[in-house]
């Protein structure tokens, strides 16, 4: 990279560290020149005092600065040597109140996530709820369908062609028996059977 093209993006790279200053800590920012005609960002002072101070953090800074590093007596040190009790204890009171609502922040989504879960778990199991009736009442309607076919089957079949008396009996073994009172032989009457007919068409019946 030859000097003009460092030179025009120099500008620039000190302003995005003056930017990035504040995230990175509270730092001062300096512009050194360098043998050869370079220039170098610190956050140190130039060696031979011919820096630039591009920027300087402020006493707020250095306190939050120790406050997120969890160096909170090298806070109270740092204000109590400048004089600065009262911002301290703003800056310890800004750095609690912003801890709060970080943790409040992360109660909330974690709330959130649990009622989504919740919510979830509560309509699966509607779901399976839902299924599970579909399939009791098909199962009712399957059962019912059935008793209605084994009823209809025991019941008698009402279309079937009449019997008639008349058929030939038998034959029956005459065994001599004698009445009591009178001596003859007794013949016991002849049984009747059943002759069966044909259905005709348009409801006739041939016996």
Do not use: F
């Not at 050869?36 to 130039?46: E, F, K, N, Q, S």
């Not at 007596?73 to 040597?81: G, M, N, S, W």
């Not at 609502?101 to 009622?115: I, N, V």
């Amino acid at each position: 990279m030859n000097d003009s093209i460092a030179s025009s993006l120099l500008p620039g790279l000190a302003l995005a560290l003056w930017l990035l200053a504040p995230a990175a800590g509270a730092q001062d920012i300096y512009k050194c020149p360098q043998a050869g005609g370079g220039v170098a960002y610190t956050d140190r002072p130039c060696t031979d005092g011919k820096g630039q101070l591009l920027h300087q953090a402020d006493d707020s800074e250095v306190i939050d600065r120790y406050l997120r590093l969890g160096q909170d007596d090298l806070a109270r040190k740092y204000a109590h040597a400048r004089h600065l009790d009262a911002l301290y204890e703003e800056r310890v009171a800004a750095y609690r109140q912003a801890q709060e609502d970080a943790a409040q922040r992360r109660y909330d989504e974690a709330l959130a996530a649990q009622q989504r879960e919740d919510a979830a778990h509560q309509q699966a199991q509607l779901d399976q709820d839902a299924e599970r009736g579909q399939l009791q009442a098909e199962n009712e309607a399957l059962r019912q369908q059935n008793d209605q076919y084994r009823e209809a089957l025991s019941q008698p079949v009402d279309d079937y062609a009449p019997l008639y008396w008349g058929a030939p009996a038998p034959p029956y073994r005459d065994h001599p028996r004698h009445d009591g009172d009178r001596g003859h032989r007794w013949t016991p009457p002849r049984p009747p059977t059943y002759q069966p007919c044909t259905q005709l068409a348009g409801g006739r019946v041939q016996c």
